[in-house]
Structures are given as C-alpha cells and as structure tokens.
C-alpha cells in the first residue's frame, strides 16, 4: 500500500477541551449513541439552567435542566465540526474519525480500506464471529461480544478510545459479473478489519491495542498487512508510540504475520487461554511507531 498522507487523528481525550456545556453534552451524547439525527439532539440534550431553585432543608439547591435553545444547539454542532470532534453523514452525527482511503490492488478488483462507518456495525461483527469460529482470535470475539451490547462503534472520552478500519472488496468488471452470477465475494463486502482501543490512565496514553483480521476466503492476497500498515499510521499521527497484541500461542499464523512486520515478542503469560479444553499461552507482541 502507498504511503498516506493527510490524516486528521481523533483526539485521545477530548471532553478535557469542552469548556461549553452545551457542546460538551452533544458530544457526550453522539458519542455514547453513535450515529444520530439533530432532531434526536433537539430532543435529549439538557443542560443546567443557570436559575437555582431550593432544595429541601440540608440539600442546598439545585439547577433545573433546561432543554438549550434552537441556536444555541446548532451553533454547538456547527463548531463541533468545525473542529473535527463530530462529522455529519446523510444527516446523521458521529464522532469526528477521518482519514483519506487507501486502495489495495487484488487479483478481481480492489480493497478499500477506510474509517468504519456506523452502518458497518453488522457486517462488521460478522467477520469477526466468522474469524473467532477459528478458535484463535479470542480478542476478535471478545470485541464482537462488546459491539453488539453497545450502541456506539467509536468511542472516544475520558475513560477510552476505540476506533475501527475496514477493507471493503470493490470487484473488477469481471468479477462484478461473476458475482451477480453467485460468485464468492459480493461488491461493497467487509473482507478484512483492524480494531485500535486505547486506555485513557495518564501512564498508559502512549500505548494503544490492535487486533487485525481477514476473512479466510480473502487471505494471502496482502489485506492483512495493508490494514496494519494503515492503522499503525493513524495511530503514529494519533500520538500513540506503542502498539500491542496479545494472541494464543496456537495462533502461529498470526504471530508470524506481525513478526515478519516487525513486531517482537515480549513475554507470554502461561495457560491464560482455555481452548476447546486445553490450556494455551498467551504471546505478547509490540511494536514501538518511529
């Protein structure tokens, strides 16, 4: 894959910057929700009125939530954009992850590798369940587990930050044929992933988790490591300095691919796996981003 240039990273710890408490609770709210209307806002943000009202004997006082005016909001989400915290698609929010697309030539057509979308959500988590069935992407299943019990694909607070890739398969004209015929691989599928979630402690902000996999009927065509390649670069113009994985020792496919990209091994942790009633090591891997 070429080099890319042009990335515009997501911030790593962005409601620190929100001095606006009407942009700070649309951004909360896109961010715990993932993709949502402005007529959805209009509807659920409430902030502190600035009138306070008496509580009970010993409470004190409180504020009253008050919904924010019509311009108030809007000028919120104009400056959200504009700063690269919030993107608008087809008329729906989500949090600001932007990168240019990067193509990876196929034998029948092309990869197109690019921030996932909120609308990949299904697809995505069936490759990962269809990779996890291998018995060696424990993380993989995990993330899916996770995804189908929350309502955002990004995340990005105080706590974490969580951002997914895909390589979607755009056929050839050939292979566009082939496949309305009933052909392998369809237009617009989900044939690989790359998966980068950071902790937000103070001591960890410089290091960052990846999990990269590719469907089984589109492997050994370079997927893999043009996904790595193009996350690893995100993360660097990110900020992040240290990337890991962690994989069953079983999974010798997947430790010998991030080795041959130059990763190295830096420890592994006895029996921590228990597949299919065995007890398996677990390999910890890192790569350290120039």
């Known amino acids: ?7 515009s990273p997501m911030s790593t710890h962005p409601t620190f910057s929100f001095d606006d408490p009407v942009q700070r609770r649309v951004y909360e709210y896109v961010e715990q929700n993932g993709a ?10 409430r902030i502190d009125s600035s009138e306070s009202h008496s509580k009970p004997a010993r409470s004190g006082v409180y504020r009253k939530q008050v919904r924010p005016s019509t311009d108030q909001l809007q000028e919120a989400v104009d400056e959200l954009k504009t700063a690269g915290y919030l993107l608008e698609t087809n008329g729906r929010l989500r949090v600001g992850v932007t990168a240019p697309e990067a193509k990876h030539e196929l034998e029948d057509g092309i990869a197109r590798i690019r921030p996932a979308r909120e609308s990949d959500r299904d697809e995505l988590v069936d490759a990962m369940r ?25 995340r990005a607070n105080e706590d974490q930050s969580r951002v997914f890739f895909v390589a979607e398969f755009d056929p050839d004209d050939e292979s566009a044929a082939g496949s309305a015929e009933g052909g392998s691989r369809r237009a617009g599928e989900l044939v690989g992933w790359l998966h980068l979630d950071a902790p937000e402690l103070p001591s960890l902000r410089h290091t960052a988790e990846v999990t990269v996999g ?3 009927d589109a492997r050994r065509e370079g997927i893999g490591s043009s996904l790595l390649e193009y996350g690893l670069e995100w993360a660097r113009d990110a900020g992040y300095q240290k990337i890991t994985q962690s994989l069953p020792a079983t999974n ?11 990763w190295r091994r830096e420890g592994e942790r ?5 597949l299919e009633g065995s007890f398996v090591d677990e390999v910890l891997l890192a790569t350290w981003l120039e």
Do not use: H, K, W
């Open 36 to 45: 949502v209307s402005q007529s959805e806002l209009a509807r659920a943000i």
């Open 214 to 216: 590719v469907r089984p």
């Open 130 to 154: 269809e990779v996890a069935t291998e018995g060696q992407y424990v993380v993989a299943e995990n993330v899916a587990e996770r995804l189908e019990r929350e309502s955002a694909l990004v």
């Open 1 to 7: 894959m070429p080099a890319v240039d042009g990335f």
């Open 252 to 262: 010798e496919r997947a430790i010998d691919f991030l080795e041959e990209n130059g």
């Open 270 to 274: 006895e029996g921590q796996y228990c």
